[in-house]
């Protein structure tokens, strides 16, 4: 095919990109995820046409400034670097032009102005050495070790087996496994070797002399060329002056050596083959334990531990102490982590040891008194904190079994820990799970707050996909239509047009692939597609909306049951309790037929207004149940707001007698306290999910979530304050709420 078909061809297909974002592509709402795929894989097929398509991409970015076409200028500039991390080879010339288009989207308001400067900084990188953002994405995907760059990304997917048919969980179990089949750590190696060659040295590589050449050498071989050439290329994105013929004559040196070792002589130039992108650490995980998710992080943080600055160590487990301020903070309090002693802890008490046996000290003075090493209980060791510090053996930690008072600093600069791991949570689900995702993340900020050990080593970001199988519905909860059950994803679908192409239409797609009858070409789609699509997600999804988490404290009939508190996310839906007992029954009966179906209901609430004062309001009524929504109807709408719809009972006095009519009542607010007047219980139902069901309910009280930090510090300013001013210190600059972010490729566009 000439180049003017590749052209047309190419640009016929980003055309129908566009389309789809203004809803008039022809294609079914099921197939509008295979737009962007098919494109890159075609360009895939033939890495040569890469230039080709940036190109062509440039250009639509730059008629949509002209034309006012915001809503194309993100998904166009992501399918854009998406190529460029993949191209062999992008001219200077070509890379210039988009490095100045994204630094006019710096004018823009967010979150074009924050899609742009990051993409600006990349290319100001990838520019001065070629191939950089190639290499640190295989790197960290990969977790290949590298001391220029040593950081390490993983996707963790959560799935609730109890949500999704056994025929889709298999499914995903199945691909992801056979994602990870194909690639080792010398073939990611040489990946990044070739792929650095290609970008800095065009067609000057051999490409084909250097992939034979890496294929004969041994793995240590390869790992030293490896680290030379990450070396090369990170110190070059890194000086001030950087010059790309100079990076390129570096890589020249590395590419000769490298074809030194090939016995075949010389061999033609192949031109550029390009690279494959491998897939990314991907895990799948059936979330059966409410602490699976805390454990899953830990246990990939845990062997960092290992390699980690002693002196960084140490000020990372001193931050222990802080659960003594904790003790006045109700909403931090949870049970210590403790160990159990079978001594006293006087030396004298002990018997006397055999003198083999006895440790060395390290000290001179042997008569000083301290404590002995008894018997200790063995707790389970994702639950120690024994084991979070198992990992940790360095010079500057404090040795077990000696008590010691906190040394100060030493002179000098200290290493601050750095965030070296990215844990990207993809959750696949409908809003169940993400009511689930939001208990969980409620609880790590707790546990974190008074131990911190993943919050200074973990960047954790979040992902969701929407999938809903088909399931009956229970008599406890009425039946939910698909659109019901996905209103974060459809709210996320309005906010984002690219989230809505290439996400949402999945929701459709994996229960279709799950459910196809096995053949090789089965296997092809859903290996290449599904796991295509979560690494693009993960990949180019930088931006976060945030949700407001909602705590909810309910109160019960039964006088000796304490107070439930919990959490949602999406709603919280109560309604009238069926009475149990005859006579209340009777009762209910009696009562019914004088004032109406329902129970008396006293609501007091906070009214949201635009000018953000505080204004209380109280009424009184009769009521059958209510909704409280936290996702609104449109993206315009207030995330941080409940929307409350109470059916009211009124009672209507005629001549043929006395009838009553439903009312919706609504309400918008952030706090409501609703209390049953006559001691009549209800149930309460969080985020549409059966399993959290509360009955006997009486009372409940909703308000936002408090970030946990917030109340730790707030906690201490009160203690250390001698006016008990609660916004002094540092609590005025801390965020008060706790927000769940849910990366999508734009987030919310005005």
Not at 424 to 435: A, P, Y
Not at 453 to 468: A, C, G, K, S
Not at 568 to 585: A, N
Request: net charge neutral.
């Amino acid at each position: 095919m000439e180049s003017t078909e590749v052209e047309s061809e190419i640009l016929r297909r980003v055309r129908s990109l566009l389309r789809q974002l203004d809803g008039h592509h022809p294609a079914c709402q099921c197939d509008r995820g295979m737009l962007r795929w098919t494109l890159h894989k075609k360009i895939d097929q033939n890495p040569s046409n890469s230039s080709m398509l940036v190109s062509i991409l440039v250009k639509e970015l730059e008629r949509a400034e002209r034309g006012d076409f915001r809503h194309y200028i993100i998904p166009l500039l992501h399918t854009l670097m998406y190529t460029l991390i993949k191209a062999p080879c992008i001219s200077d010339e070509l890379c210039g032009r988009v490095y100045d288009f994204c630094k006019k989207l710096l004018t823009l308001p967010k979150p074009f102005c924050t899609i742009g400067l990051d993409y600006a900084a990349r290319l100001k990188m990838e520019r001065a050495a070629p191939g950089t953002l190639y290499q640190r994405m295989v790197i960290a995907e990969q977790s290949l070790k590298s001391d220029p760059y040593p950081y390490q990304e993983k996707i963790f997917i959560f799935a609730d087996p109890e949500l999704l048919s056994e025929a889709i969980c298999n499914a995903l179990v199945t691909d992801t496994e056979a994602a990870q089949v194909a690639q080792s750590p010398r073939a990611c190696m040489c990946y990044v070797i070739t792929h650095a060659m290609e970008a800095a040295l065009g067609e000057g590589c051999d490409s084909s002399g250097l992939k034979a050449s890496l294929q004969a050498m041994s793995l240590s071989e390869v790992e030293h060329w490896f680290q030379q050439v990450v070396a090369a290329v990170e110190s070059a994105g890194h000086e001030a002056s950087a010059d790309r013929a100079q990076h390129a004559a570096r890589l020249e040196k590395i590419h000769q050596a490298v074809l030194s070792s090939l016995q075949a002589g010389n061999a033609p130039l192949g031109g550029l083959q390009g690279t494959p992108l491998p897939n990314p650490n991907i895990s799948f995980h059936l979330w059966t334990e409410e602490e699976q998710l805390w454990k899953e992080l830990v246990l990939f943080i845990r062997p960092a531990a290992q390699s980690c600055e002693p002196e960084c160590l140490s000020q990372e487990l001193d931050a222990f102490e802080m659960q003594d301020i904790l003790c006045g903070c109700e909403c931090c309090l949870q049970p210590r982590f403790s160990v159990l002693s079978t001594d006293s802890g006087i030396e004298r008490d002990l018997p006397l040891p055999a003198e083999d046996s006895l440790p060395p000290s390290p000290e001179p003075e042997h008569s000083r008194l301290h404590r002995k090493g008894g018997m200790r209980k063995k707790p389970s060791p994702l639950e120690s904190v024994a084991f979070l510090q198992a990992g940790c053996n360095g010079a500057g930690l404090k040795p077990p079994g000696k008590l010691q008072r906190r040394a100060a600093p030493a002179p000098g600069p200290a290493a601050l820990l750095q965030r070296l791991h990215t844990a990207r949570i993809l959750l696949l689900g409908d809003d169940r799970i993400l009511g689930r995702l939001a208990r969980a993340y409620h609880s790590l900020r707790k546990r974190e707050t008074r131990r911190a050990f993943l919050t200074p080593r973990l960047n954790l970001q979040f992902y969701y996909i929407p999938v809903v199988a088909e399931q009956p519905s229970t008599s406890e909860q009425p039946a939910t239509g698909q659109e019901g059950l996905c209103e974060v994803a459809t709210y996320l679908g309005r906010a984002d047009p690219w989230y809505e192409s290439n996400i949402n239409t999945l929701c459709h797609m994996i229960p279709k692939l799950a459910t196809m009858p096995s053949s090789p070409s089965k296997h092809l789609v859903t290996d290449l597609f599904l796991t295509d699509v979560i690494a693009y997600y993960a990949r180019m999804g930088t931006q976060p909306v945030c949700f407001q988490v909602y705590a909810v404290k309910l109160f019960f009939n039964d006088p000796a049951q304490e107070p439930a508190e919990d959490v949602f996310l999406t709603e919280l839906r109560s309604q009238v309790q069926d009475s149990t007992s005859p006579r209340e029954l009777s009762l209910t009966k009696k009562k019914t037929a004088l004032d109406g179906p329902g129970i008396d209901l006293t609501v007091t609430y906070r009214k949201v207004v635009l000018s953000d004062r505080a204004k209380e309001l109280a009424l009184a009524l009769r009521s059958t149940g209510l909704l409280m929504k936290a996702i609104p109807a449109d993206e315009a709408e207030d995330l941080l707001c409940l929307n409350v719809t109470i059916t009211e009972i009124i009672r209507i006095n005629n001549l043929s007698g006395r009838s009553f009519s439903a009312v919706a009542n609504r309400l918008r607010t952030q706090n409501i306290n609703i209390r049953s007047t006559e001691q009549r219980p209800f149930t309460v139902c969080l985020d549409k999910d059966s399993r959290r069901t509360y009955r006997n309910v009486i009372s409940l009280e909703v308000s936002p979530c408090l970030e946990p930090s917030y109340c730790l510090q707030k906690t201490r300013t009160l203690k250390l304050s001698l006016h008990g001013a609660e916004d002094g210190g540092l609590v005025k600059y801390l965020p008060k709420s706790l927000l769940l972010p849910i990366n999508t490729f734009a987030g919310v566009i005005q």
